[in-house]
């Protein structure tokens, strides 16, 4: 995955973990939690990414038997989406009818498999009640780690909290960091967990010694971080990131290392960076 990694930080803390509110799943498995899924329970859903993380999914073969390299699954189309369809365990495939090949996957493997194609994963699609669709990027969150991914869907603004110290040490701090083109940002609002602030990073080289750089540039930073607001950062380059894809698509750069411009936080929010000054 381009640019797949994210920091996490807060006044007084700092790491890779995304501290959203965990799944309520009591160690049950996909088969319980299917039932209580309705679109007010997303704490029942967030247990249903973590039981299919933790299981398996009798995926249904189309073509082909399992490890053979012209063997493809199902597909469904639901409003415009591709899903790949699935059973939740033996039971359900005697239930479905199934008379082709399947194929046992963990969970995380099929994860992992389908997001990168924008393919979702369609749970028991035989049973009365049609059976249940998990997204792409819900898929994406199972393959990266729910811990470190937040809920979606995602509520995605431009940030109105008060922070213009740390856009302003940031902007100080990037001048200096010589594989950083651009800082954006944004405010996220999940589906399970606190809202935070995003600062998206757009760099030369998504690569290991680019990725220390901005590290340690954020670790310099996070003294000026207004006390209690939660932060974390996005790679530009990942293409699978809704955050990320928003930034590209609504959010002007606040610090931009190819501008002709100044780089004054407060001037770009008060005019906009790429619009003249009013005379």
Same mark, same amino acid.
């Given at each position: 995955?381009?640019?797949?990694?994210?920091?996490?930080?807060?006044?007084?803390?700092?790491?890779?973990?995304?501290?959203?509110?965990?799944?309520?799943?009591?160690?049950?498995?996909?088969?319980?939690?299917?039932?209580?899924?309705?679109?007010?329970?997303?704490?029942?859903?967030?247990?249903?990414?973590?039981?299919?993380?933790?299981?398996?999914?009798?995926?249904?073969?189309?073509?082909?038997?399992?490890?053979?390299?012209?063997?493809?699954?199902?597909?469904?189309?639901?409003?415009?989406?591709g899903y790949a369809p699935c059973v939740t365990s033996d039971r359900e495939l005697r239930a479905s009818?199934?008379?082709?090949?399947?194929?046992?996957?963990?969970?995380?493997?099929?994860?992992?498999?389908?997001?990168?194609?924008?393919?979702?994963?369609?749970?028991?699609?035989?049973?009365?009640?049609?059976?249940?669709?998990?997204?792409?990027?819900?898929?994406?969150?199972?393959?990266?780690?729910?811990?470190?991914?937040?809920?979606?869907?995602?509520?995605i603004t431009e940030p109105t909290v008060g922070a213009d110290a740390f856009y302003a040490q940031l902007?100080?701090?990037?001048?200096?960091?010589?594989?950083?083109?651009?800082?954006?940002?944004?405010?996220?609002?999940?589906?399970?967990?606190? %809202?935070?602030?995003?600062?998206?990073? /757009?760099? !030369? @080289? #998504?690569?290991?010694?680019?990725?220390? &750089?901005? =590290? $340690?540039?954020?670790?310099?930073?996070?003294?000026?971080?207004?006390?209690?607001?939660?932060?974390?950062?996005?790679?530009?380059?990942?293409?699978?990131?809704?955050?990320?894809?928003?930034?590209? %698509?609504?959010?002007?750069?606040?610090? /931009?290392? !190819? @501008? #002709?411009?100044?780089?004054?936080?407060? &001037?770009? =929010? $008060?005019?906009?960076?790429?619009?003249?000054?009013?005379?």
């Amino acid at each position: 995955m381009a640019g797949g990694w994210r920091l996490s930080l807060e006044r007084g803390t700092w790491g890779t973990t995304w501290g959203g509110a965990g799944p309520v799943s009591g160690g049950e498995g996909v088969e319980e939690l299917l039932p209580r899924i309705t679109p007010d329970r997303l704490d029942a859903y967030e247990g249903l990414l973590a039981a299919l993380a933790a299981g398996e999914v009798w995926m249904l073969l189309w073509h082909g038997r399992p490890g053979e390299p012209d063997a493809q699954y199902g597909s469904m189309d639901v409003a415009g989406h591709g899903y790949a369809p699935c059973v939740t365990s033996d039971r359900e495939l005697r239930a479905s009818g199934w008379t082709r090949e399947h194929e046992v996957v963990g969970g995380r493997d099929i994860a992992a498999a389908l997001y990168p194609d924008h393919w979702g994963l369609w749970l028991n699609p035989h049973t009365p009640t049609g059976g249940l669709g998990v997204p792409w990027p819900d898929l994406r969150r199972i393959a990266g780690g729910l811990d470190r991914l937040p809920a979606g869907p995602l509520r995605i603004t431009e940030p109105t909290v008060g922070a213009d110290a740390f856009y302003a040490q940031l902007v100080a701090l990037a001048e200096r960091t010589r594989v950083l083109r651009s800082l954006r940002r944004a405010w996220v609002r999940p589906a399970v967990g606190p %809202a935070y602030l995003v600062i998206g990073l /757009d760099l !030369d @080289a #998504p690569d290991g010694r680019s990725a220390e &750089a901005v =590290r $340690q540039m954020m670790r310099q930073a996070i003294a000026a971080v207004p006390e209690g607001l939660p932060v974390a950062t996005v790679a530009m380059a990942d293409g699978y990131d809704p955050v990320a894809m928003w930034l590209r %698509a609504n959010a002007r750069p606040f610090y /931009d290392r !190819d @501008a #002709p411009a100044a780089h004054d936080p407060g &001037a770009l =929010r $008060q005019h906009g960076y790429g619009y003249p000054r009013p005379t």
